[in-house]
């Protein structure tokens, strides 16, 4: 838990599970203080959330265990065995909000915590500001009425007419989302071993999650993209022994940078100049950060990796049907069960591309059209002061 005590300050936080959600806190963090607004950051690390950090993992490395957690992730967050999870995130906030009693609001991107929030930790407003696409919720979600009291920030308009048609929810923001490389902008300096190469169409951007990933669908993909497209580089964060591992098995052609410092990451790909550049990334928080790249005119080649939890298939639809990548790295033996569930949902089926690791080629790749948003979306300040009535 960060130290300070600022006057009447903006409580923002998550529990260390998945690196998209912290990056989005500090991001949230650094944006706020730029606009003079007072933040305390609080990132909650007991033994449930440990647990839920080895979940995580686990079901990331493993892409039977992914598919099988895409379809009924729901249920597993409201599951029983959820519970004492819960419970010690309400005591986190709890322990921060007493040290900080006169807190304006509560913000944050995991909407577990905000859930915990409500009525907890007396009446100050909780904010979700999530990096997915549709929040946490999709098609058919029941929601609580401990939910339907949080103040849902969205960052496209269809998400905006999702909360409110379908799920009736009216305290509902469309905000511009947070670029997340403001995060990491204290930092100075940093180099990669292909710098210099990564304006290259021939270099391949690898995001992962801070859980991992399939190590060996991962390993045929690059194997594949060295063999079939004379890929000649790779960035991605990652441990020392998966580059080596890479490195081996490919031989000494291919430059590979897998630094553990995800900043590195964000600032060289917004610093590409080539719009031919391949990223191959989960569903997740990318699909909001491709569309923001768009914005700095980086037009990144897209191709998927299987979606972990509804929320990322609920992702891939919205990314589909905006007319982004449609191409998902998968097994063959999982291929006709996204099929079915992303046309089930309303994917044009012509826009699904699936391809088996050992086949992937730089053609995969498909071209990332210009996304803005919405002429009506308020900045996260805007909105921040007048949840909490500082005008």
């Known amino acids: 838990m960060q130290k300070g005590n600022p006057e009447n300050p903006v409580i923002t936080g998550t529990p260390l599970i998945g690196e998209g959600n912290i990056v989005d806190v500090k991001a949230f963090m650094a944006y706020l203080a730029e606009a003079g607004i007072p933040t305390v950051g609080f990132y909650p690390d007991g ?29 597993s967050r409201s599951s029983l065995m959820v519970r004492p999870l819960r419970w010690e995130l309400r005591a986190a906030i709890g322990r921060v909000y007493r040290r900080h009693p006169d ?93 210099g190469r990564t304006d290259d169409s021939n270099c391949c951007y690898i995001k992962l999650s801070g859980s991992g990933g399939d190590g060996d669908l991962v390993q045929s993909a690059i194997t594949s993209l060295w063999e079939k497209s004379r890929v000649k580089s790779l960035v991605f964060p990652g441990t020392e022994k998966t580059r080596r591992k890479i490195f081996n098995t490919i031989g000494k052609g291919l430059i590979v940078d897998s630094s553990m410092d995800s ?28 569309a923001i790249l768009t914005q700095n005119n980086v037009f990144p080649n897209v191709a998927w990796l299987p979606p972990r939890g509804k929320h990322e298939v609920m992702n891939l639809l919205w990314a589909i049907q905006k007319g982004f990548s449609g191409t998902i790295c998968i097994p063959a033996e999982y291929q ?5 569930a992303l046309v089930n949902l309303g994917a044009p089926a012509s826009k699904i591309k699936l ?37």
């Open 263 to 290: 900043s590195l990451f964000y600032k060289h790909i917004r610093g590409t100049v080539s719009n031919r550049i391949m990223l191959l990334a989960y569903p997740s928080e990318q699909v909001k950060h491709v």
């Open 103 to 195: 807190a304006r609001c509560l913000l944050t991107s995991q909407s577990i915590v905000a859930e915990e929030s409500i009525g907890y930790i007396g009446t100050i407003p909780t904010i979700m500001s999530s990096s997915d696409v549709y929040g946490k919720f999709s098609y058919g979600s029941d929601l609580s009425p401990k939910q339907r009291r949080i103040i849902h920030l969205v960052w496209n308009s269809e998400a905006f007419h999702f909360y409110r048609n379908k799920l009736a929810l009216r305290n509902v923001y469309l905000t511009v989302p947070v670029d997340p490389l403001i995060a990491f902008e204290e930092k100075k300096g940093g180099s990669l071993t292909c710098q």
């Open 47 to 75: 033994m449930m959330v440990r647990h839920a950090r080895l979940f995580h993992r686990v079901m990331s490395m493993s892409t039977k265990k992914t598919m099988s957690y895409a379809f009924k992730s729901e249920g």
């Open 355 to 391: 391809v088996v690791p050992g086949k992937l080629s730089a053609e995969h790749f498909m071209p990332s059209p210009p996304w803005q948003y919405e002429p009506e979306a308020e900045p996260l300040e805007t909105i921040v002061r007048r949840v909490t009535g500082q005008y």
């Open 336 to 340: 006709r069960q996204l099929h079915r």
